[in-house]
């Protein structure tokens, strides 16, 4: 039987206080499959809910601030392609490093992480990458327009 309790609680809304007799009466018969089924509609409501809750915590996040959003955005505008920024993305993953923007900023920064990281590959990979890195730099440092210089007040 229910308890006087959950009556009190169920007396207005007939229809799920009828539900839920019927559930529970068939529960004390012997016929758990009406719990059981219960159980079940109840947990894919509940996992639908959840995936709901990524979906717009998903949706809803600010990606203009990340920091492989805006590495993204700058190693765009000074003309890497995709393949290098990806390359550039993973060394960064691998140092650790909090942005992989820093990669772009200084040339000792830059040499410095991807020799660090070259010293963890093979030999093949070495020295493919290494090549890569070399071009990486010289398009980023060696190709910069000189520093605009103050006129001269003599």
Known sequence: MLHPILFVALENN???????????????????????????????????????SIWDRFRRRDTSTRPVTVFRQLAREVGLDWW???LLINVARRQRLRSPTTLLLAPSSFRHYTKRYLD?????????????FEG??????????????APDDA
């Not at 730099?137 to 060696?142: E, G, Q």
């Open 14 to 52: 007939a229809r799920f206080s009828e539900t839920v007799r019927h559930i529970v009466d068939h529960w004390h018969r012997g016929q758990g499959h009406s719990i059981a089924l219960f159980l079940v509609m109840l947990s894919i409501v509940m996992v639908a809910f959840w995936v709901l």
């Open 120 to 132: 963890r590959a093979g030999p093949l990979r070495r020295r493919a990458l290494g090549a890569q």
């Open 136 to 149: 990486i730099a010289r398009h980023l440092f060696d190709a910069a327009p000189p520093c605009a210089t």
């Open 84 to 86: 290098q920024r990806l």
